[in-house]
T-cell receptor, first 112, second 108 residues
Framework: DVKVTQSSRYLVKRTGEKVFLECVQDMDHENMFWYRQDPGLGLRLIYFSYDVKMKEKGDIPEGYSVSREKKERFSLILESASTNQTSMYLC???????????FGQGTRLTVV | RKEVEQDPGPFNVPEGATVAFNCTYSNSASQSFFWYRQDCRKEPKLLMSVYSSGNEDGRFTAQLNRASQYISLLIRDSKLSDSATYLCVVLNTDKLIFGTGTRLQVFP
């Protein structure tokens, strides 16, 4: 069974803090993605990576950065958390060509 | 204009009903198409891929119309367990783009 694991289910952080969201997959997938999901807006792509040390901006990269030092791990970094970054964050992985994307269980981040 | 558009619903249908969802996409170069299902407070999971010739998986039938740039999902003989949000997904150059989802509620 494919497993995509996100480090936390729930997280509460203060405005201005640096926040790290970690994602690990165990299927040797080339592609990894970070999305945020908000009511009425659906899933929006923040960043994705198709190889180690490679990253591409998605539709809403502002305020975020990513790191992929190892194939199985893709980290999302909020450099200085703000209240408008309160959201559900979902990590996904997939093979090259992306015939299917597998999601982690999500991290519900609240910035106060 | 959004890249992938869906009617948000909700669609409220009785058990046994047939229900259809449509989705339109804006990029004619999109390569692949999928329907995902998301249960409340859970992560999305692949329901089925959508092929040009149309494909069926049990009670579920997916269709793709490239000329009109729309995708459909038909659910026959609805079950209570089909209640969920159905997400239309399009692959554009290694980017998976999601619609906002259509909520289905099946009642007894």
């Amino acid at each position: 069974d494919v497993k995509v694991t996100q480090s936390s289910r729930y997280l509460v952080k203060r405005t201005g803090e640096k926040v790290f969201l970690e994602c690990v997959q165990d299927m040797d997938h080339e592609n990894m993605f970070w999305y945020r999901q908000d009511p009425g807006l659906g899933l929006r792509l923040i960043y994705f990576s198709y190889d180690v040390k490679m990253k591409e901006k998605g539709d809403i990269p502002e305020g975020y950065s990513v790191s992929r030092e190892k194939k199985e791990r893709f980290s999302l970094i909020l450099e200085s958390a703000s209240t408008n970054q309160t959201s559900m964050y979902l990590c996904a992985s997939g093979t090259g060509g992306v015939t299917e994307a597998f999601f982690g269980q999500g991290t519900r981040l609240t910035v106060v | 204009r959004k890249e992938v558009e869906q009617d948000p619903g909700p669609f409220n249908v009785p058990e046994g009903a047939t229900v259809a969802f449509n989705c339109t996409y804006s990029n004619s170069a999109s390569q692949s198409f999928f329907w995902y299902r998301q249960d409340c407070r859970k992560e999305p999971k692949l329901l089925m891929s959508v092929y040009s010739s149309g494909n069926e998986d049990g009670r579920f039938t997916a269709q793709l119309n490239r000329a009109s740039q729309y995708i459909s999902l038909l659910i026959r003989d609805s079950k209570l367990s089909d209640s969920a949000t159905y997400l239309c997904v399009v692959l554009n150059t290694d980017k998976l783009i999601f619609g906002t989802g259509t909520r289905l509620q099946v009642f007894p």
